[in-house]
């Protein structure tokens, strides 16, 4: 893993999701969370008293995020391997926020719905949903905002970042949402 991104889920990640509403002791959902840089940012946020769940469906990046993992001292992930359910085992409204980055490409439209539902049955009421939509076209992404809202959230607004997309660095936008 390259120094850069390593450093950047101890400074730039942590910046990025104070920003967007992550603080200490909250119960973060990672869903689709591929290698982890953001589940470790989060951590470090979260602290002790708060806890990470790192989601995928695939083992390969819970290979690296676990090396890093044990290398940083944290004690607040839990990562849990899926067969790609939407039904996920966890009880109702756990979580301050969720992350949904560069994942939702992977459904169809239907299990999209499904997937913004799990996570709205996993949220507090007035937790965040945080979501970096990627390879959508630009004309899907006001589809994408009514479509959430419709689905039981307020739109929040954007943020911009220097986020991580694949092992790269890309200046991106994220769209947040509040449970209603
Ligand atoms: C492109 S990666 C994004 C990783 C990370 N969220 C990021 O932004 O760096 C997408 C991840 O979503 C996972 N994924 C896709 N469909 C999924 C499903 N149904 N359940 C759990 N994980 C899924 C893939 O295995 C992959 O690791």
Redesign the pocket.
């Known amino acids: 893993m390259n120094k850069e991104l390593l450093n950047w889920e101890k400074t730039v990640g942590i910046t990025f999701l104070r920003d967007i509403g992550v603080k200490e002791k909250d119960v973060v959902i990672?869903?689709?969370?591929?290698?982890g840089?953001?589940c470790i940012s989060a951590a470090f946020i979260v602290g002790a008293g708060g806890k990470v769940y790192a989601?995928?469906?695939?083992g390969?990046?819970f290979r690296s995020l676990r090396d890093r993992y044990s290398q940083s001292g944290l004690k607040n992930i839990e990562m849990i391997k899926?067969n790609?359910?939407?039904d996920l085992n966890l009880q109702n409204e756990i979580a301050d926020v969720a992350?949904l980055?560069?994942?939702l490409h992977?459904?169809s439209d239907q299990n999209r719905k499904n997937l913004i539902k799990e996570m709205r049955r996993l949220l507090k009421k007035e937790a965040i949903l945080s979501i970096?939509p990627t390879h959508l076209k630009t004309t899907a992404f006001k589809h994408l905002i009514n479509e959430i809202v419709e689905l039981g959230f307020d739109y929040k607004g954007i943020s911009k970042g220097n986020l991580?997309?694949?092992n790269f660095f890309e200046v991106s936008l994220v769209y947040n949402f509040k449970r209603a």
């Open positions: 990672d869903f689709g969370c591929g290698a840089f953001y989601i995928d469906k695939s390969n990046g899926t790609g359910e939407l992350l980055y560069d994942v992977y459904f970096h991580i997309h694949y």
